[in-house]
């Protein structure tokens, strides 16, 4: 049992990585069509042009480690969410290809043709992965074979599309600020806008997710009483966003974008917590619910993936810490940028 909830643990940590580094580059891209002028997009594209491929590793290992340690799950989520797991491939891939291929021919419509592309895709990409989580968090129809027995509209409900609006939101909250952390002059000035509006967005959503999931998900915090620290984490994310527009006030980029990121993994660390010890919900009763012990591979193998995650995780933060030390600074416009 112990090696279920660190793989439990371990996949969380991975996801919230993830949301944390491709979080602000989806951000981007969902604010690109604000900015004016093929120079400031450009910027855009190049604030995020040496770490957006490397980010999304991240999505990657956490896939890999759920197909490891809790295969079961990994099989029922992926033919759930066959359909809006297709469309999010699409968008992620339109979206590499719009950042690859925008610059490569000087022509407006070719350059406003994957503009567009570039901003839809994340703001598609942004709102499918708050529908996977509203749905984990309300249940989807699993039976008794653990096989998910709706279909593509029963995913689409009011909270799970909510929750998905939401997910856009912080998201470009999250991607605004980062823009701030690495422009300057006009394009910074301009930014800073976008951070109180998107900022304002985020705000508004956050309580009406807050007060739908406690009306329509009473579930979610029934851990509450079992496990009282986690109100800790309530006081962090509460703390993290009140410091957001304190930070941007005083023009502190670096203390308001770690502020959004401790937001994120608050938000994540509370989901986790809230469908625990739950992996996917069962709609048609408690009874077919997956959680981390009957939908996980043996200890052995838990065992032997954790000694691997052991060796192989510390390279990964080791490389992304390198990048992100060998990028950091301003954003500026060379021969070579996109």
Known sequence: MILNEIWFLLVGVLLIGYAILDGFDLGVGALHLFSRGDTERRLLINAIGPVWDGNEVWLVTAGGA????????YATAFSAFYLPFILLLFMLIFRALAIEFRGKEPMGWWRRMWDVSFCVASIVASVLFGVA???MALGIPV?????YQGNLLTLLGPYPLLVGVFNL??????????LYMKTEGDLQRKVKGWIVRATAFFIILYVLTTVYTLAAVPSMIANFRDYPWIWGLVVLNVLAIANIPRAIYHEWPFRAFLSSCAAIAALISLFGMGVYPNLIRSTLGDAFNLTIVNAASSQKTLGIMLLIAVIGIPF????TAAIYWIFRGKVRLGEHSY
């Open 66 to 73: 759920l197909f490891a340690a809790f295969p079961h799950a």
């Open 133 to 135: 989580i509203g749905n």
């Open 143 to 147: 039976g008794p074979d653990m096989e």
């Open 169 to 178: 939101s912080i998201f470009t909250m999250h991607g605004a600020i980062y």
């Open 316 to 319: 990964v933060l080791a490389y």
